[in-house]
Every structure is written in structure tokens, then in C-alpha cells.
């Protein structure tokens, strides 16, 4: 098991800024990719951001591109995602998820089934 803990969501209005935690007490940290998506009311789970293991390789949704930014700290087994231009479409809970394989693909990385453990998440509103 991973025990994978959000933080960091809140209300910020459109335009603001928001900076997501995931921390976990595991040893293996360094050994999963780790991924973040998102969940609106009524709406599937939608991939965000993904990094690989050493954080060399960084994926996002075209959504958020040029907005986001994911990064990782394996020293402090933590994973980031610095959201800067906050639209109201970007309301969502946002999980962060560990992924055992490291990514291949966009597809790969961008598929909930690919990731082994998830957090609770955390509710992020964008008020506009």
C-alpha cells in the first residue's frame, strides 16, 4: 500500500493560483510514477498531469498545458502541482495517484486504470 494525502484545495477566484500536495509516508516513493486527475460533478475522472519516477518526463492535458505545473520531491516524497490561471472549468476534486509502471506513453500515463493507488483528493472551486 501507498497511503497518497492531498492537500492544498480551497476557493480561489478566476485568474488565482493554487498550489496541490501529495505526500506519502512510503519508502517507495521514487519508484511510481505519479499522476494527478480531476472530477467535476457529473463528470468522469479526467487525467491533469503526470511525472515520471525521476521527474525528468512531465505530461499534461492539453486543458491545462502552459497552466500547470507538475513536479516531484522524492527527498520529501512529495508531488506538486502548481496551478496558475484558475478558470471555473478547473472546479473539480483533484486526486493524486501512484503508478507502479513507469509511463510509456501519454495514453499510458494518461489512463486512471494505469494508476495502483489513489488519494482521497482534495476539492478545488474556481469562482468566477
Known amino acids: 500500500q501507498v497511503p497518497l494525502v492531498e492537500s492544498g484545495g480551497g476557493l480561489v477566484q478566476a485568474g488565482g493560483s493554487l498550489r496541490l500536495s501529495c505526500a506519502t509516508s512510503?519508502?517507495?516513493?521514487?519508484?511510481?510514477?505519479m499522476g494527478w486527475f480531476r472530477q467535476a460533478p457529473g463528470k468522469e475522472r479526467e487525467f491533469v498531469a503526470a511525472?515520471?519516477?525521476?521527474?525528468?518526463?512531465?505530461y499534461y492535458a492539453d486543458s491545462v498545458k502552459g497552466r500547470f505545473t507538475v513536479s516531484r520531491d522524492n527527498a520529501k516524497n512529495t508531488v506538486n502541482l502548481q496551478m496558475n490561471s484558475l478558470r471555473p472549468e478547473d472546479t473539480a476534486v483533484y486526486y493524486c495517484?501512484?503508478?507502479?509502471?513507469?509511463?510509456?506513453?501519454?495514453?499510458?500515463?494518461?489512463?486512471?486504470?494505469?494508476?495502483?493507488?489513489w488519494g482521497q483528493g482534495t476539492q478545488v472551486t474556481v469562482s468566477s
Open positions: 495517484a501512484a503508478d507502479r509502471n513507469s509511463p510509456t506513453s501519454y495514453y499510458s500515463t494518461s489512463r486512471p486504470s494505469s494508476y495502483d493507488y
Open positions: 512510503g519508502r517507495t516513493f521514487s519508484s511510481y510514477a
Open positions: 511525472v515520471t519516477r525521476n521527474g525528468g518526463n512531465t
